[in-house]
T-cell receptor
Framework: GDSVTQMEGPVTLSEEAFLTINCTYTATGYPSLFWYVQYPGEGLQLLLK?????DKGSNKGFEATYRKETTSFHLEKGSVQVSDSAVYFCALMGSGGSNYKLTFGKGTLLTVNP | GAGVSQTPSNKVTEKGKYVELRCDPI?????LYWYRQSLGQGPEFLIY????????DSGLPNDRFFAVRPEGSVSTLKIQRTERGDSAVYLC?????????????FGPGTRLTVL
C-alpha cells in the first residue's frame, strides 16, 4: 500500500538557517503530494502541494518539488524564523480509486531558536 | 463557522465506556473525513463520507468504531467499550466535494484519553 517516510526529528535550527526535511513515498500511479504544518495548539494546515511530477509547491517561503524519479518531495526553506517552529507532515493522496484519503508520514518537529 | 469545529476538545473516559465525538464541517462541504493521530505518529485515515453515506470505512480499526452523518453535515464518531489503546487525537476534515479532494481542511481535533 501507499506509504510516506520522512526525516525523523526533532530538528533544531537557529534563526535564518537553511531548512531541509526529507520525504520519500511509495505509491502506485501518480499520487498528489502535500506538506501539512501543525503549529503549537492549532490544527493541521495545508502548507503546500504538488499534483504532478516536476511541479513545485511553494508557500510562506517554503518549497518542495515533486520528483518522480526519486519518489521524493523534500521540504526546503532558505531562512527559517522562530515562528516556523511546528510539526511538519509529508502526505500523499493516491490516484485512482483512493484519490480522497491522505497517507501521512510520522511528522518532524522543528524548533527554531532566536 | 469559518472552519471545521470539533467537540469536545478533550475527553477523558474510563476503559469500557462509550464515547461520542462530534465534527461540524465547513458549511457546504459535502465530503467529510475522520483520521486518528496516535502519539508520535501521523494521522491515519478512518472513514470518508460523501454526503450522508460512508463511501469508505476501511480505516476503522474494528467494530467498536462507528460513524454517522445522518443529514450530510455534522458527523459523530462513536466508540463502544473503549480501550486504553484508543487514546489518541481524533481529527476531522472536510472538502467541498467531488473534484476538490486535494483541499482537506482540518479541525483542531478531540484528544481522547482512556484511563
Amino acid at each position: 500500500g501507499d506509504s510516506v517516510t520522512q526525516m525523523e526529528g526533532p530538528v533544531t535550527l537557529s534563526e535564518e538557517a537553511f531548512l531541509t526535511i526529507n520525504c520519500t513515498y511509495t505509491a502506485t500511479g501518480y499520487p498528489s503530494l502535500f506538506w501539512y504544518v501543525q503549529y503549537p495548539g492549532e490544527g493541521l494546515q495545508l502548507l503546500l502541494k504538488a499534483t504532478k511530477a516536476d511541479d513545485k509547491g511553494s508557500n510562506k517561503g517554503f518549497e518542495a518539488t515533486y520528483r518522480k524519479e526519486t519518489t521524493s518531495f523534500h521540504l526546503e526553506k532558505g531562512s527559517v524564523q522562530v515562528s516556523d517552529s511546528a510539526v511538519y507532515f509529508c502526505a500523499l493522496m493516491g490516484s485512482g480509486g483512493s484519490n480522497y484519503k491522505l497517507t501521512f508520514g510520522k511528522g518532524t518537529l522543528l524548533t527554531v531558536n532566536p | 463557522g469559518a472552519g471545521v469545529s470539533q467537540t469536545p476538545s478533550n475527553k477523558v473516559t474510563e476503559k469500557g465506556k462509550y464515547v461520542e465525538l462530534r465534527c461540524d464541517p465547513i458549511s457546504g462541504h459535502t465530503a467529510l473525513y475522520w483520521y486518528r493521530q496516535s502519539l508520535g505518529q501521523g494521522p491515519e485515515f478512518l472513514i470518508y463520507f460523501q454526503g450522508t453515506g460512508a463511501a469508505d470505512d476501511s480505516g476503522l480499526p474494528n467494530d467498536r468504531f462507528f460513524a454517522v452523518r445522518p443529514e450530510g453535515s455534522v458527523s459523530t464518531l462513536k466508540i463502544q467499550r473503549t480501550e486504553r489503546g484508543d487514546s489518541a487525537v481524533y481529527l476531522c476534515a472536510s472538502t467541498p466535494g467531488k473534484g476538490h479532494y486535494n483541499e482537506q481542511f482540518f479541525g483542531p481535533g478531540t484528544r481522547l484519553t482512556v484511563l
